[in-house]
């Protein structure tokens, strides 16, 4: 029995390897001629107008998807660089608009040479490539970040009109050379051209903010939009005959694997994708960088504000932030008669722990969305949270802010809203009226709400703020203080519903380090009579869910154009001769 058994399984194996050997001939068979087949399908002398429309649609749909993802991340750039304005808009759309039809015209003049169509429509692809790999390093090393405006603005133009030039040429040229192949082409089939460019452009504006950017950074989509520009050098050489195939195969290969390369060598594991916007500041190498889902930081030594904070081209100093974290805590605490309970939302750096444990707030809930940034702050920023990150009292949730302000049933007696403006349409959904109302369902009676403003130059901003926080909370009040050590003050809105948060009720007062006085508390709430004027005429728009206000937060130009256009009850003395 035991022979029978060992001679059935090695028959057994026998056939099952001759069946194997079998497979693989047919299967090498099939394989050659399935590649001969696909040989034979690319090129268009031997199967005619059918199969080239089809790979002309797939190469205009490729290139136009490319070339919307160039678009969407140069309107980030220059509204980065010049501020997210009309003039901005006008700027990228004008710039993109105007190469396309320069373009066009220019490729439109070329079908008119007895020239290799095919081989320009090559040339430009690689060309497009070259930009969407090289971009972000051409634009670092005419040091564009930390010129002057005149220059940027020209830099913009440039870096628009370059790419849209030779894209706006692709048409017309492609169109020539399918009329050419077949003179019977008709309206339909240059329309089905055109869908294919205008398709791929719509997938590419979706993708472009909803996918790439948020995993790869500006750069790394950049580099993502020149391998698709080489996917579209593959599908011409296909075109171009049976023998192209191979070259278009290898050239595509290249660009591939050049444009990874290009992206691995510039990012830390797409760590420093973003750090053109860190040099803008500073001019200095980073000490560690970390790139989230969230936003890119870095750690690096100032010359003149020592170890600091830098993310999402904010710059924060160090050691110097300690004004900000005593005027955004100590007010309200001292404002409330007995805080026990407080939720810091944002503030990954620690300095606000730091104040409340400093104030021996028994429990402190504090909740930020980016861990990376939280654990870059505990490694290098002592100077700000003192180490205060692993102290008993504090209870940490990395979330979303409004999510864990829907899902807890905890009440506080303060919060602190310590997270960036909206300055992307990320954030816009903690900064409306229906936010401010889920906040004000997790206060306890006589809870206060303390929110950081974003700079006293957009006082735009801080009216959208401060009337939809009004159009919730009973008590709203905006208090100026000195942030950083430096000539600039710094705006907060401290909130209740229950009592005027002005006055301090407290009875062992709280004192900072070296900036706040509880004596001086109601100094803070002080504002010019401009100031006061221009909230009280700017009290109009609410930030909601259906409509967030985005675009005020980077207009400097208004409040600037206001106190221009002040109309000065007596005239000013005219001025005698030297």
């Given at each position: 029995?035991?022979?029978?058994?060992?001679?059935?399984?090695?028959?057994?194996?026998?056939?099952?390897h001759m069946l194997f050997l079998a497979t693989m001939r047919i299967g090498t068979y099939r394989l050659r001629e399935t590649?001969?087949?696909?040989?034979?399908?690319?090129?268009?002398?031997?199967?005619?107008?059918?199969?080239?429309?089809?790979?002309?649609?797939?190469?205009?749909?490729?290139?136009?998807?490319?070339?919307?993802?160039?678009?969407?991340?140069?309107?980030?750039?220059?509204?980065?660089?010049?501020?997210?304005?009309?003039?901005?808009?006008?700027?990228?759309?004008?710039?993109?608009?105007?190469?396309?039809?320069?373009?066009?015209?220019?490729?439109?003049?070329?079908?008119r040479r007895r020239l290799p169509l095919l081989m320009l429509l090559i040339v430009v692809e690689v060309l497009i490539a070259?930009?969407?790999?090289?971009?972000?390093?051409?634009?670092?090393?005419?040091?564009?970040?930390?010129?002057?405006?005149?220059?940027?603005?020209?830099?913009?133009?440039?870096?628009?009109?370059?790419?849209?030039?030779?894209?706006?040429?692709?048409?017309?040229?492609?169109?020539?050379?399918?009329?050419?192949?077949?003179?019977?082409?008709?309206?339909?089939?240059?329309?089905?051209?055109?869908?294919?460019?205008?398709?791929?452009?719509?997938?590419?504006?979706?993708?472009?903010?909803?996918?790439?950017?948020?995993?790869?950074?500006?750069?790394?989509?950049?580099?993502?939009?020149?391998?698709?520009?080489?996917?579209?050098?593959?599908?011409?050489?296909?075109?171009?005959?049976?023998?192209n195939v191979v070259i278009g195969v290898l050239l595509a290969l290249c660009v591939l694997f050049g444009g990874s390369g290009?992206?691995?060598?510039?990012?830390?594991?797409?760590?420093?994708?973003?750090?053109?916007?860190?040099?803008?500041?500073?001019?200095?190498?980073?000490?560690?960088?970390?790139?989230?889902?969230?936003?890119?930081?870095?750690?690096?030594?100032?010359?003149?504000?020592?170890?600091?904070?830098?993310?999402?081209?904010?710059?924060?100093?160090?050691?110097?932030?300690?004004?900000?974290?005593?005027?955004?805590?100590?007010?309200?605490?001292?404002?409330?008669?007995?805080?026990?309970?407080?939720?810091?939302?944002?503030?990954?750096?620690?300095?606000?722990?730091?104040?409340?444990?400093?104030?021996?707030?028994?429990?402190?809930?504090?909740?930020?969305?980016?861990?990376?940034?939280?654990?870059?702050?505990?490694?290098?920023?002592?100077?700000?949270?003192?180490?205060?990150?692993?102290?008993?009292?504090?209870?940490?949730?990395?979330?979303?802010?409004?999510?864990?302000?829907?899902?807890?049933?905890?009440?506080?007696?303060?919060?602190?809203?310590?997270?960036?403006?909206?300055?992307?349409?990320?954030?816009?959904?903690?900064?409306?009226?229906?936010?401010?109302?889920?906040?004000?369902?997790?206060?306890?009676?006589?809870?206060?709400?303390?929110?950081?403003?974003?700079?006293?130059?957009?006082?735009?901003?801080?009216?959208?703020?401060?009337?939809?926080?009004?159009?919730?909370?009973?008590?709203?009040?905006?208090?100026?203080?000195?942030?950083?050590?430096?000539?600039?003050?710094?705006?907060?809105?401290?909130?209740?519903?229950?009592?005027?948060?002005?006055?301090?009720?407290?009875?062992?007062?709280?004192?900072?380090?070296?900036?706040?006085?509880?004596?001086?508390?109601?100094?803070?709430?002080?504002?010019?009579?401009?100031?006061?004027?221009?909230?009280?005429?700017?009290?109009?728009?609410?930030?909601?869910?259906?409509?967030?206000?985005?675009?005020?937060?980077?207009?400097?130009?208004?409040?600037?154009?206001?106190?221009?256009?002040?109309?000065?009850?007596?005239?000013?003395?005219?001025?005698?001769?030297?």
């Amino acid at each position: 029995l035991t022979m029978a058994r060992a001679f059935s399984e090695a028959r057994a194996n026998f056939f099952v390897h001759m069946l194997f050997l079998a497979t693989m001939r047919i299967g090498t068979y099939r394989l050659r001629e399935t590649v001969t087949r696909a040989a034979r399908f690319f090129s268009i002398t031997e199967v005619g107008r059918s199969t080239a429309l089809i790979f002309l649609f797939c190469a205009l749909f490729s290139t136009g998807m490319a070339s919307i993802m160039y678009e969407v991340v140069l309107i980030s750039f220059a509204t980065t660089l010049i501020g997210i304005t009309e003039f901005s808009a006008g700027i990228v759309i004008g710039g993109f608009l105007g190469g396309l039809g320069l373009g066009a015209l220019v490729g439109g003049w070329y079908t008119r040479r007895r020239l290799p169509l095919l081989m320009l429509l090559i040339v430009v692809e690689v060309l497009i490539a070259l930009y969407g790999f090289f971009f972000f390093e051409i634009a670092e090393v005419f040091g564009i970040y930390a010129s002057s405006k005149l220059p940027k603005l020209f830099f913009i133009l440039g870096s628009l009109l370059f790419p849209s030039f030779l894209m706006g040429c692709e048409l017309p040229v492609a169109v020539q050379w399918l009329t050419e192949k077949d003179t019977s082409c008709s309206g339909l089939h240059v329309g089905i051209v055109y869908a294919g460019d205008t398709l791929g452009g719509v997938l590419g504006a979706i993708t472009a903010g909803m996918i790439f950017i948020p995993l790869l950074g500006l750069e790394g989509t950049m580099v993502a939009g020149g391998i698709l520009n080489a996917a579209t050098v593959f599908l011409l050489f296909a075109l171009a005959g049976t023998r192209n195939v191979v070259i278009g195969v290898l050239l595509a290969l290249c660009v591939l694997f050049g444009g990874s390369g290009v992206l691995l060598r510039s990012h830390n594991y797409f760590t420093q994708a973003d750090l053109w916007f860190f040099r803008l500041a500073t001019q200095l190498d980073p000490i560690e960088t970390a790139h989230s889902p969230f936003q890119y930081s870095a750690i690096i030594d100032h010359p003149q504000f020592g170890r600091s904070l830098y993310f999402d081209n904010i710059l924060f100093k160090g050691t110097g932030s300690r004004a900000l974290h005593e005027f955004s805590a100590i007010p309200a605490l001292n404002a409330h008669p007995n805080a026990t309970r407080v939720l810091v939302l944002g503030g990954g750096d620690g300095g606000m722990l730091y104040q409340l444990v400093r104030a021996d707030i028994p429990h402190i809930v504090h909740v930020d969305i980016d861990e990376r940034l939280v654990e870059l702050s505990r490694k290098y920023l002592q100077g700000v949270h003192g180490g205060v990150f692993d102290d008993p009292r504090i209870e940490r949730h990395i979330v979303d802010a409004r999510a864990f302000l829907q899902e807890t049933d905890q009440e506080f007696d303060i919060i602190i809203f310590d997270i960036p403006p909206p300055l992307k349409a990320e954030l816009n959904h903690v900064w409306t009226k229906e936010f401010y109302t889920l906040v004000q369902s997790r206060l306890t009676p006589g809870g206060l709400f303390v929110v950081h403003l974003p700079s006293n130059q957009n006082l735009e901003a801080q009216a959208v703020i401060l009337a939809t926080i009004r159009s919730v909370f009973l008590y709203a009040y905006r208090y100026e203080h000195p942030n950083m050590g430096i000539n600039i003050m710094q705006a907060k809105i401290i909130a209740s519903d229950s009592y005027d948060p002005r006055v301090i009720r407290r009875k062992k007062t709280i004192e900072g380090d070296h900036w706040y006085e509880s004596s001086q508390q109601a100094q803070l709430f002080y504002m010019t009579p401009f100031t006061r004027s221009f909230f009280e005429s700017h009290g109009d728009l609410i930030s909601t869910d259906r409509n967030p206000i985005l675009f005020q937060f980077l207009q400097p130009q208004y409040t600037y154009k206001a106190i221009r256009e002040l109309e000065y009850e007596t005239p000013l003395p005219a001025l005698g001769k030297q």
